[in-house]
């Protein structure tokens, strides 16, 4: 089975600090990795992901993602946060042994404020 | 071009009644999936449509839920004899590749 944990309910950072959220993953076989946000009111928008190639994955606005396979974490960063920058932050993961594209699971979710 | 687009996007029922929440997606995306979002839960799949595939049902809470998608295309997800529990926002998302794009929700509040 597949899992997603995001340890941090909460992450509280100071604009212009560099920003971590943190990710890790449960999966039989090698895994698709994705991070998606979602401000307030609205669906969830796709930010980046990790399918193959290399660790670092960099996505919309700024963000990354560093993959490393021995930990099994895909932990999110940004060098710079921004006020608007918070928001919810979701990671999921698909276990790239399953064929087609089968639906995502999802972590709970870490709440990013970042304080002027 | 245009997104996935969900109505209505709000809705507001009374215990029992039945209501039907409707989603179009990208257009040439072959996959669509339901998910429900509530507090405490997190973000569960609900149902999950390919192309012309029989769907993956798995994640439907009870029988008070279906959905359908016809052409290929629009979906609506039906919930029966609405409780309480039901109460959620209901996300819809859809695919070509890897990648799922979701539409903006529909908040449902069963009173």
């Known amino acids: 089975a597949q899992s997603v944990a995001q340890p941090e309910d909460q992450v509280n950072v100071a604009e212009g600090n560099p920003l971590t959220v943190k990710c890790t993953y449960s999966?039989?076989?090698?895994?698709?990795l994705f991070w998606y946000v979602q401000y307030p009111n609205r669906g969830l928008q796709f930010l980046l992901k990790?399918?193959?190639?290399?660790?670092l994955v960099k996505g919309s606005y700024g963000f990354e993602a560093e993959f490393n396979k021995s930990q099994t974490s895909f932990h999110l960063k940004k060098p710079s946060a921004l006020v608007s920058d918070s928001a919810l932050y979701f990671c999921a993961v698909r276990d790239l042994r399953n064929s087609g594209n089968t639906p995502l699971v999802f972590g709970k979710g870490t709440r990013l404020s970042v304080i002027a | 071009g245009a997104g996935v687009s969900q109505s209505p996007s709000n809705k507001v029922t009374e215990k029992g009644k039945d209501v039907e929440l409707r989603c179009d997606p990208i257009?040439?995306?072959?996959?669509l999936y339901w998910y429900r979002q509530s507090l405490g839960q997190g973000l569960e799949f609900l149902i999950y449509f390919q192309g012309n595939s029989a769907p993956d049902k798995s994640g439907l809470p009870s029988d008070r839920f279906s959905a359908e998608r016809t052409g290929g295309s629009v979906s609506t997800l039906t919930i029966q004899r609405t409780q309480q529990e039901d109460s959620a926002v209901y996300l819809c998302a859809s695919s070509r590749g890897e990648t799922q794009y979701f539409g903006p929700g529909t908040r449902l509040l069963v009173l």
């Open positions: 990790y399918i193959t190639g290399d660790n």
């Open positions: 999966v039989s076989g090698n895994p698709y």
């Open positions: 257009s040439g995306h072959t996959a």
